[in-house]
């Protein structure tokens, strides 16, 4: 349910260093909360994004929600597939359904995360 | 001090219904209800109000002042500026007009109201046909702020803060535009018009990489059209969005529509399309975009579906673009529409089909360039800005135009705008408008009147 190799927000994004850099998406929890996702707004490459500041939009037959930067730094890769899939969120939040790659401004920010454990604690009652 | 009970006409109260209630409620007299009230913050008298009159003398009262208006019914109407006196033919607001569609307003119990979804659905197909765009809302509410909603819908689409506005663009327009995104922190800069026109040149030049839009309008303010197409890509090339304005969408009855030109988001006036002069309103804002711009897009949108049963039905879509759902972040604090003037120009615009459409623009375009070639030839008259024009034209004037209109006005005409208020530089500058409302003879009548109070004026 919550890999231990990834780092999570209180808003239920992911995050995992990848040669340097940030991958993010939404957790499982959030994703099935949400249930069918419908729409994601995600920024322009090139951008920047700010430590738990929203990034983007994402969108549900439930709810509208917005999308927390789990570290700051500039966007280098956005998920486009998820333009034509966004169902790739509920199906596989981990993997394809990834949404962000971030080059980190801020590498102590890592350190200010969730643990799994720390996470799993925090969803724990609703889980 | 209890006043006495007057019975009266509307109110359909007996004295036995009002003795019922009081006695249920456990109150011996209405004037209780009033005891918390102190006496010395009450009044304690009738209003010093003259005798109210009988129905009869009411009528004669109101249709006395109301006579009093120099309407386009009885005064023969050369003013366009904004608001058009087209033909409505009957069909129009005796469907419009019908209970189900006035009473129904606009749809909050949405699904409900399956044939005032439908009727929005038709409009904004129809709308999508005539602009040459893929996906319209369900209207807005006149011309201006659908053109400001045009601009926040570009700077989000864009993430820039800055907007190129032509000056041939409708000065009200304008203002509004102003008014409605400065708060928003958009900077609007004026793109000067060149001879009546907005030229891609000015455009290149005065783009940034902060542009969100360029808007223009077309046929613009001056009657004049603009290069879309080449304006179109003056704005890409910079990474903009062109925004197109429009305040008789009668015109793309014969013009190119700004889709198949490049246009990004067309917004306008609607108010042409069958709905009355309303005395400046309400109106009908017109809002078309692509279908990639859809959840950028501001108001409500009606979409066709299937039911359970896989019957044809009509829904509200994409709501969460809107303010009930999406709050703060919403694409526009716009939750409603002109449904009523939405539903006539859709029964005008079905009615007419695109050839009526067509009929009626070259007859626009006929009766304006022959009022317009009279008019030049009249002694110190002449175009402000050469050029091909739809159904409005700037004259140039040897007397300010306000005389002309005032001569004009007593002959049972209404003149043209002064542009003066709005152009310092055209403070001789008149703009005309000829519909295929005009006849011939009127437009003689105008050019020979106008000739007079010139030479009345020269002497």
Redesign the interface.
Known sequence: MFPEDLRYTKEHEWARREDGRIRVGITRFAADRLSDVVFIELPRPGSTVTQMQTFGVIESVKAVSDLYAPVSGTVVEVNTQLAERPELVNQDPYGAGWMLLLDPSDPTEWERLLSAEEYRRLVGEEA | MARAWVPHRYLPLTEADRAQMLATIGVASVEDLFADIPASVRLLRDLRLPPAPSDAELLAELRALAGQNADADRYVCFLGAGAYDHFIPSVVWHLAGRAEFVTAYTPYQAELMQGELQATYEYQSLLCALTGMEVANASMYDGASATAEAAVMARDLT?RGGILLSTAVHPEYRQVLRTYTAPLGLTVTDLPHEGGVTTPQAVRDALDGETAAVVVQHPNFFGRLEEVQALAEAAHAAGALLVVAVADPVAYGLLQPPGALGADIVAGEGQPLGNHLNFGGPYLGMLATREAFV?RMPGRLVGATVDARGRRGFVLTLQ?REQH??RE?ATSNICTNEALNALAAAVYMAALGPHGLRQVAEACVRKAHYARERLCALPGFGLAFPGPTFHEFVLTCPLPPERLNEGLQARGILGGLPLGPFYPDLDHGWLLCVTEMRTRAEIDRLVEAVAEIAEEAGR
């Open positions: 993430r959840r969460t759902i999406r972040r």
